[in-house]
């Protein structure tokens, strides 16, 4: 079964800081991976998604990923963080049975500190 | 292109009753995925749609139910409401060939 775990259910950076958002997943096939974003009240908004082309996936909002097989990790990261990133991040496996099932993380709460 | 839509977006039960969502999907697009977020168990899966048919179904008692007409929109019923179905609904849709899905506002609903 996929499973991921996402390190950390917290994370705090100041403004304009490095963002790191950790993302290690179990599939016994390279998966699709995924990154979601979730603001309050609202649904989830793909980030980012790998899909076994290259293994730096460059996504919306300046958010970038970069699988590692080696390490099965499949981190977040933005350089420079901004007030309008903080929310909940979600990285997610998706089923290799051909359909369409996520397997999502326990998800990272971003706060950025000003 | 207009997004996923659910609808009612907020909804008040009582134990013992039973309610019914509704997801529109992108236009097209003709898989429909329910998710079920609530704080102490996260994002779970609950059941996939493709082309009428549930093509998949996490692991969740007969009382979660759903189904897709012709026009890829799907609703799910929730039967005999226990409090723990107190919740965050999610809907995305994708055009099932294992692309992007997209999801919908949710719907909220509180069981009292």
């Known amino acids: 079964a996929q499973s991921v775990t996402q390190l950390g259910s917290h994370v705090s950076v100041s403004e304009g800081a490095l963002v790191l958002l950790r993302c290690n997943y179990s599939s016994s096939v390279p998966p699709y991976l995924f990154w979601y974003v979730q603001y309050p009240n609202q649904g989830l908004q793909l980030l980012l998604k790998y899909t076994s082309a290259a293994t730096l996936v460059k996504g919306i909002n300046g958010f970038e990923a970069e699988f590692k097989k080696s390490e099965t990790s499949f981190h977040l990261t933005k350089p420079s963080a901004h007030m309008s990133d903080a929310a909940e991040y979600f990285c997610?496996?998706?089923?290799?049975?051909?359909?369409?099932?996520?397997?999502f993380g326990t998800g990272t709460r971003l706060t950025i500190i000003p | 292109k207009a997004g996923v839509t659910q609808t009612p977006r907020y909804l008040i039960k009582t134990r013992g009753q039973q309610v019914t969502l509704s997801c529109s999907p992108i236009s097209g697009h003709r898989s429909v995925s329910w998710y079920q977020q609530t704080p102490g168990q996260g994002l779970q899966f609950l059941f996939e749609y493709f082309s009428e048919t549930q093509r998949n179904k996490g692991n969740f008692p007969g009382r979660f139910s759903g189904r897709q007409f012709s026009n890829s929109r799907s609703e799910m019923n929730v039967s005999t409401l226990e409090l723990g179905d107190s919740a965050l609904y999610l809907c995305a849709s994708s055009n099932g060939d294992m692309e992007t899905q997209y999801f919908g506002p949710g719907t909220r609903l509180l069981v009292l």
């Open positions: 997610a496996v998706s089923d290799t049975g051909g359909n369409e099932k996520l397997t």
